[in-house]
């Protein structure tokens, strides 16, 4: 069955860095879309990042744009999100999601889901 399992989330200061990693399993990897969605306490969840089958084109959220940066290894069924220049409003819990095949890498939907990662930005 399709699996999607998030690490790499923790409370790190203002300005620091942190690094998400995505492994999938269940499915053909190389073929779909993926995403890095994030939700805060009280918030709507909110799509963070996206790069395409390929991992050649990626888009990215206005208030991530320039910090934040999509990856993946097709070999190794791995999605990754390193994300620079932290801020506390970036604080949520953070969801790896595979795009419905067929569905457009950035406005489509998901079909599945990963547990999610929290992330802390705080001094």
């Known amino acids: 069955q399709v699996q999607l399992v998030e690490s790499g ?4 200061q203002p300005g620091g860095s942190l690094k998400l990693s995505c492994a999938a399993s269940g499915f053909s990897f190389s073929t779909f879309a993926m995403t890095w969605y994030r939700q805060a306490p009280g918030k709507e969840r909110e799509l963070v990042a996206a790069i395409i089958s390929s991992g050649k084109i990626t888009n990215y959220a206005d208030s991530v744009k320039g910090r934040f940066a999509v990856s993946r290894d097709n070999d190794e069924n791995m999605l990754y999100l390193q994300m620079n220049s932290l801020k506390p409003e970036d604080t949520a819990l953070y969801y790896c999601g595979r795009r419905q095949f067929g569905s ?3 406005s489509g939907r998901n079909d599945y889901w990963g547990q999610g990662t929290q992330v802390t930005v705080s001094s």
């Open 9 to 12: 989330g923790g409370l790190v």
């Open 104 to 106: 457009g890498y950035w």
